[in-house]
Nanobody, 124 residues
Framework: QVQLVESGGGWVQAGGSLRLSCTAS????????MGWFRQAPGKEREFVAA???????????DYADSVKGRYTISRDNAKNTVYLQMNSLKPEDTAVYYC??????????????WGQGTQVTVSS
């Protein structure tokens, strides 16, 4: 069992930045792929970014108006924490952001353990 606690959400004006943090319980954090998803009002939850436990490689969503180039995922295994640095925020980035441990199925990242979510609101 892994418990994940997100923090760092809030309100920001368009063009601003926020850094989300997710701290995990347990002593095997370094062996988990970690990632972030988000869910906007009235929409399905969508993948945002992932970071591999074994290689440290990072992956970002590749959909229209993607976060790639604006968001950066990173991790500090000594602190059991994964981060999501979000720059050049847009109103359409407004969502509840969820941290998760991940596994990969084909080309998709799927969540196993989830945090409770943190609200990010970007005003125009």
């Amino acid at each position: 069992q892994v418990q994940l606690v997100e923090s760092g959400g809030g309100w920001v004006q368009a063009g601003g930045s926020l850094r989300l943090s997710c701290t995990a319980s347990g002593r095997t954090f370094s062996r988990y792929n970690m990632g972030w998803f988000r869910q906007a009002p009235g929409k399905e939850r969508e993948f945002v970014a992932a970071i591999s436990w074994s290689t440290g490689m990072t992956y970002y969503a590749d959909y229209a108006d993607s976060v790639k180039g604006r968001y950066t995922i990173s991790r500090d295994n000594a602190k059991n924490t994964v981060y999501l640095q979000m720059n050049s925020l847009k109103p359409e980035d407004t969502a509840v952001y969820y941290c998760a441990t991940l596994h990969k199925e084909g080309s998709s990242w799927l969540g196993d353990y989830w945090g409770q979510g943190t609200q990010v609101t970007v005003s125009s």
